[in-house]
């Protein structure tokens, strides 16, 4: 069984040729709306992947509220600790360029509101064994009090730290697992890196000063991890990116559902890292996260 707790977004999406420079206006091709935040693409991710899952977490009392849960509700994922709050659901603003790249600007709205007491009341419907799923989208507080609350349940942690933010630090010690780009590794390491080769070397010097499972995603570079003192490298699928919004939240709901149906690392690793892929070859973050069948096609 896998809990998330974290947040549930509406995307508003707007397309353009290319990403606008600072302080630039550039025409827009097209616009949608789609289902988002962090914890809801995660949760969507690993019910895809064949999970039973629980999402935690907050909504508004607008009109948004209800699509926000659409797509997970249809999955069959169990809403009952989304509480609805006064006052507006998490919206993220999203620009994606020609080459698939992004920008986004995120409102939490009720999403802030996710408090310490929703996380310990999710741990504590735990059960030994099961997996739970954070980001750092939700308040650190409520982040800092389900990683504590794991520890005494034998519940297995896995952090996603994104969006990185001051708490960073403090709070991926408290994780079995750590999930991060090459922007938010290098906050954790020290060290920007330009090569795969680079992050190797940084990702085994951090590995073996801390002894935590590790994991650094790359993009169309791959997927870097350490645990258990080794350390290995999982190539990615080739493909032409239409948007790669939701490829991390992919990846990380696909690793969970893996990992808490016993698989073994690397080959959870690696079905993970071709999840993320197929998610860059449609728009959206949610309606983009593919099914277990088609990624299973694909190793």
């Known amino acids: 069984m896998i809990t998330v707790i974290g947040s549930v977004n509406m995307d508003l999406i707007a397309t353009t040729s290319r990403l606008p420079e600072p302080g630039e206006t550039v025409s827009g091709t097209d616009f949608t709306t789609a289902q988002g935040g962090k914890g809801a693409n995660q949760a969507l991710a690993a019910q895809r992947a064949g999970a039973s899952v629980k999402m935690a977490g907050a909504v508004g009392d607008d009109a948004f509220a209800s699509q926000a849960l659409a797509l997970l509700g ?5 809403l009952t600790s989304v509480r609805r709050l006064d006052g507006p659901t998490g919206i993220a603003m999203i620009i994606v360029g020609g080459d698939g790249e992004n920008m986004i600007a995120v409102i939490p709205g009720a999403n802030g509101k996710v408090t ?15 997996t739970l ?7 650190e507080a409520a982040i800092e009090a389900a990683l504590k609350a794991t520890r005494a349940k034998g519940v297995r942690s896995v952090l996603n730290i994104a969006p990185l933010t001051e708490a960073v630090e403090r709070l991926a010690p408290l994780a079995d697992i750590v999930i991060a780009n090459e922007t938010e ?20 010097k951090l590995h073996g000063k801390t002894g935590q499972c590790l994991i650094v995603t790359l993009g169309g570079d791959g997927v870097l991890w350490a645990r258990h003192g ?12 239409v948007d790669t919004v939701g490829a991390g939240d992919t990846f990380c709901g696909y690793l969970a559902q893996g990992l808490d149906t016993g698989m073994d690392f690397a080959s959870a ?12 070859l449609k728009p959206g973050a949610q309606p983009s996260i593919p099914v277990s069948a088609d990624v ?4």
């Open 74 to 78: 249809e999955a069959g994922a169990d």
């Open 116 to 130: 310490a007491g929703d996380a310990d009341q999710a741990v504590a419907a735990m059960s030994a064994g099961d």
């Open 133 to 139: 799923l954070l980001q750092m989208e939700i308040p």
């Open 185 to 204: 590794f290098a906050r954790l390491s020290g060290r920007p890196t330009e090569t795969l080769e680079a992050a190797r070397a940084e990702l085994e």
């Open 230 to 241: 080794q350390i290995d490298h999982v190539d990615s699928l080739k493909i032409t990116p």
């Open 269 to 280: 690793v690696r079905r993970a890292a071709a999840a993320g892929a197929l998610a860059c």
């Open 296 to 299: 299973e096609a694909c190793l």
